[in-house]
């Protein structure tokens, strides 16, 4: 079936860099859009980022626009997103989803906290 | 971008009752919304798309409807186990969610 594991979160201070991970398995990773998606602390959902199946095709959400980096390895069937200059507000769980215009599959997220 | 207003934030019903949540696009977004049901802790769940469409697996009591900019969400006959919050997503341009309504029971 399919299994999205985010990894790569954790706590780190304003003007940080992160590195989050997600392993895909249980279909044929090639052939989808992946996205990422946000949500902070008791609050609502964000669509961050997202990339095609041939990673032609990218969109991010203007309040990670220049910061973050979406990117995909299709070989080990994996997804990842760099994020740079780190503040407060991108503090929250972000989850690996499969597909953009509707998600069926989610990852388990993975926190990332942005504090001195 | 589009702006999703989803009303109520929060609603209070008893076991049994019909439930609706509403949608409403800033723009014109044809049928392209979902409804995903969110429990604490948990990855949301997707139960309906393209506005009126059924996920599979996902109880009748459940349903959607609406087009262009108003769109409402409803539970039939409230169970314990719908206690969530509810999520509307518009997939025109780009993405967008709702702020959410936090369902309760009373």
């Known amino acids: 079936q399919v299994q999205l594991v985010e990894s790569g979160g954790g706590l780190v201070k304003p003007g940080g860099s992160l590195r989050l991970s997600c392993a895909a398995s249980g279909f044929t990773f090639s052939d989808y859009y992946m996205s990422w998606i946000r949500q902070a602390p008791g609050k609502g959902l964000e669509w961050v980022s997202y990339?095609?199946?041939?990673?032609?095709?990218?969109y991010y959400a203007d309040s990670v626009k220049g910061r973050f980096t979406i990117s995909r390895d299709n070989a080990k069937n994996s997804l990842y997103l760099q994020m740079n200059s780190l503040r407060a507000e991108d503090t929250a769980v972000y989850y690996c989803a499969r597909d953009r215009f509707r998600v069926l599959w989610w990852g388990q997220g993975t926190l990332v906290t942005v504090s001195s | 971008d589009i702006q999703m207003t989803q009303s109520p934030s929060s609603l209070s019903a008893s076991v049994g009752d019909r439930v609706t949540i509403t949608c409403q696009a800033s723009q014109d977004i044809s049928n392209y919304l979902n409804w995903y049901q969110q429990k604490p802790g948990k990855a949301p769940k997707l139960l309906i798309y393209d506005a009126s469409n059924l996920e599979t697996g996902v109880p009748s009591r459940f349903s959607g409807s609406g087009s262009g900019t108003d769109f409402t969400f409803t539970i039939s006959s409230l169970q314990p186990e719908d206690i969530a919050t509810y999520y509307c997503q518009q997939y025109d341009n780009p993405f967008t969610f709702g702020q959410g309504t936090r369902l309760e029971i009373k």
């Open positions: 990339i095609s199946s041939s990673g032609s095709t990218i």
